[in-house]
Nanobody, 128 residues
């Protein structure tokens, strides 16, 4: 099933602030989903992922600061970002698989190759 992904919630905050990103997705897919980010001149990196049975994975750089809750009644995945740092500045992307997946090819579900569908991205800027 084709996934439609639309991110929202990006913006500008100061160091130590919080933002919550939202990713509205197609209903009834139960896809494995993730958040990635890409800063200028850098490769796209995985931030957080959640498998179809709710197992979560986080990059070491965001553990303890970010969480990836989801609300299936609203067909929405979130990225709650707390204690933001200037190095968190990037365009953030939501990604999804075509259908249910309960495993990680990479061991952490944080490699772009694991995902078929991508949203257009939302900018997050953290100033010092």
């Amino acid at each position: 099933q084709v996934q439609r992904l639309v991110e929202s919630g990006g913006g500008s905050v100061q160091t130590g602030g919080s933002l919550r990103l939202s990713c509205e997705h197609s209903p009834y897919t139960r896809s494995k989903m993730a958040w990635f980010r890409q800063a200028p001149g850098k490769e796209r990196e995985g931030v957080a992922a959640i498998t179809s049975d709710g197992v979560t994975y986080y990059a070491d750089s965001v553990k303890g600061r970010f969480t990836i809750p989801q609300d299936n009644t609203k067909n929405t995945l979130y990225l709650q970002m707390d204690s933001l740092k200037p190095e968190d500045t990037a365009v953030y992307y939501c990604a999804a698989t075509a259908g249910p997946e309960y495993y990680c090819i990479s061991g952490s579900c944080l490699r772009p190759v694991e995902y078929l569908y991508w949203g257009p991205g939302t900018q997050v800027t953290v100033s010092s």
